[in-house]
């Protein structure tokens, strides 16, 4: 009977390398990681025996490799990567890529280039990935207590400057008026291609402080885009992963105001999506929290309003007039001296239209239809033709709340529109919007006007 054959693990000559030039003996290092390790929240109980098993080959666990890279980073004085300690094998990584909030900027940057490269690849477990509550809200938690990154700036690689990051924030621009105007399911390959192709290589060049905050800054809004156009594909898990990186790199950018809007615009919403009202108001006020006195006005209405979904959708009535009464107050301070043209770009899209639009939903899952048909019809007559998902998603929201008055033919020539327009379009979003109000239709189905519709939709869909 032949012998099976043994696998040892390789030494980590790495480690090895990189202790000898810290000068570090292994209980010194090992104190280094577990008070780098207490800054982020973790309690870490490393000693010398731990270091030597590392030096052996063994890989610790979850977050650990960044935090040892972080430690080693800071007694050289430089930036240590978890491949330079030989500890980016991908095995901390697999079916979790995306999903951590990372303790170092290196590993921020590791993990999404990472996830750019899976999402092109089309890996399996992205796609198939659904959405745990929690992975939602505990990011929110980190930025909220993470230090600000003191360093970001970076002397290896290609040198990359202000002009190619103003070539990211045009391409974010470009890629979000298509989006706007066909839906994702035009769009969504080019985003991610792009970002794996040339945005991965800038994050990887040699740049200055000031120009590595800006870089952070515009990929922080390219990669939020990109998660977006997961939702509106169908992918909530992938979202999800790309979410929690934009939200990262904008701590990386030192931009708590965005930051906040990720959680509030991006996360809060994924939430609504999802049926998890309690996380959208948690989400929210997170972002409140986190971005106090960082923020426009504008960008405070739009955290309010996201606030004032999740209590609707718990049926507070009371909690949500409150919220969006805020909200409206401040959506109303933009137009005086305080809310004076300063807004950053990422939030001037959120007009009173998109505000009419938030409190239609408040609305509607309220039950409070004459209510909901004004707010829809007031964001209609605000929104342009080149928003075309989201006219179609507040002609969907009148029609529900006609629906809910029980004017069925009215609702039934409302939905009608709202088809025609998502036949221009490839979103995910907008046919899940067709679809619960054809459940809403149900009580209905006997009615001439509700069969004829439901064939227009079957003829549409053959």
Not at 448 to 453: A, N, S
Request: aromatic letters at 6%; a neutral charge; glycine letters at 10%.
């Amino acid at each position: 009977m032949a012998a099976r054959p043994l696998v040892a693990r390789q030494p980590n000559e790495r480690l090895q390398a990189l202790i000898q030039e810290a000068g570090c003996s292994n209980a010194g290092l090992a104190r280094r990681v577990n008070m780098c390790g207490a800054e982020h929240g973790l309690d870490l109980r490393y000693d010398k025996t731990s270091v030597a098993r590392w030096l052996r080959g063994q890989q610790p666990r979850g977050r650990a490799p960044g935090i040892i890279a972080e430690a080693l980073g800071r007694k050289l004085g430089r930036t240590v990567t978890i491949d330079e300690i030989g500890m980016a094998n991908g095995k901390n990584l697999a079916s979790g890529v995306g999903l951590q909030f990372s303790p170092t900027v290196l590993g921020a940057i590791e993990q999404v280039c990472e996830l750019w490269r899976s999402d092109v690849g089309r890996r399996d477990f992205l796609s198939g990935s659904s959405v745990a509550a929690s992975a939602l809200v505990e990011p929110s938690r980190d930025w909220l207590i993470s230090s600000p990154d003191a360093q970001v700036g970076r002397t290896a690689g290609p040198r990359v400057g202000l002009s190619d990051v103003a070539a990211v924030k045009a391409m974010t621009e470009a890629l979000t008026q298509l989006d706007h105007q066909y839906g994702s399911g035009h769009v969504r390959p080019v985003v991610v291609h792009y970002l794996n192709s040339v945005v991965s290589g800038l994050l990887a060049g040699s740049y200055r402080e000031s120009v590595g905050r800006e870089l952070f800054a515009a990929v922080a809004r390219l990669t939020e885009l990109a998660g977006y156009m997961a939702v509106d594909t169908g992918q909530p898990g992938l979202a999800q992963r790309y979410y929690i990186q934009a939200l990262r790199l904008a701590q990386a950018a030192g931009d708590r105001a965005y930051g906040g809007y990720v959680l509030a615009a991006s996360m809060s919403h994924l939430a609504a999506q999802l049926g998890n009202p309690r996380e959208i108001s948690q989400l929210a006020r997170a972002a409140q929290e986190g971005a106090r006195g960082r923020v426009t006005p504008r960008a405070e209405s739009m955290f309010y309003a996201a606030e004032a979904r999740g209590h609707a959708l718990l049926g507070d009535a009371r909690s949500t007039q409150a919220v969006a009464g805020r909200a409206v107050e401040a959506m109303e301070r933009t137009t005086g001296e305080e809310g004076s043209g300063d807004d950053p770009v990422w939030i001037r899209h959120f007009d009173q239209a998109y505000l009419a639009d938030e409190l239609a939903h408040c609305h509607r899952d309220l039950g409070q239809a004459d209510a909901a048909a004004r707010r829809a019809e007031e964001s209609l007559a605000g929104h342009p033709p080149t928003r075309a998902r989201r006219r179609a998603i507040g002609l969907v929201l009148l029609a529900t709340a006609q629906v809910q008055r029980r004017e069925v033919e009215q609702a039934c020539h409302t939905g009608t529109k709202a088809v025609e327009l998502l036949g221009t379009l490839r979103s995910n979003r907008g046919a899940e919007y067709l679809d619960d109000f054809q459940q809403r239709l149900e009580p209905f189905r006997e009615e001439p006007v509700v069969r004829e519709f439901g064939a227009r939709l079957d003829l549409q869909a053959a």
